[in-house]
């Protein structure tokens, strides 16, 4: 499978994005999809996970309450909503699918290319 993920940008403190992760090659919901996100000098860190069907989430602390995932099978995409974003949210964040859900980075097997959020104060 191919993860391609978009919906980045630069905003100000307190402000809303939408990611999108978008497969191809096979149907995501073969997949669980985590969300991880990597600042400078900084390692990979693990945001959300979603499982299959997606009745199932999983979050980090420093995003509960503020980002929330979801999926839409039907058009082979997962999303994070990531609201009262913070100048700590800064990052690259990327997608990865997986048969079982993970919230290692590196148990993952399938990675998309990443998108740069970057939050202002």
């Known amino acids: 499978v191919q993860l391609q993920a978009s919906g980045g940008g630069l905003v100000q403190a307190g402000d809303s994005l939408r990611l999108s992760c978008a497969a191809s090659g096979r149907t995501i919901s073969s997949y669980a999809i985590g969300w991880f996100r990597q600042a400078p000098g900084k390692e990979r860190e693990f945001v959300a996970v979603?499982?299959?069907?997606?009745?199932?989430?999983y979050y980090a602390d420093s995003v509960k309450g503020r980002f929330t995932i979801s999926r839409d099978n039907a058009k082979n995409t997962v999303y994070l909503q990531t609201n009262s974003l913070k100048p700590e949210d800064t990052a690259v964040y990327y997608c990865a699918a997986d048969a079982k859900w993970e919230i290692v980075a590196g148990n993952y097997d399938y990675w998309g290319q990443g998108t740069q959020v970057t939050v202002s104060s």
């Open positions: 979603i499982n299959r069907s997606g009745r199932s989430t």
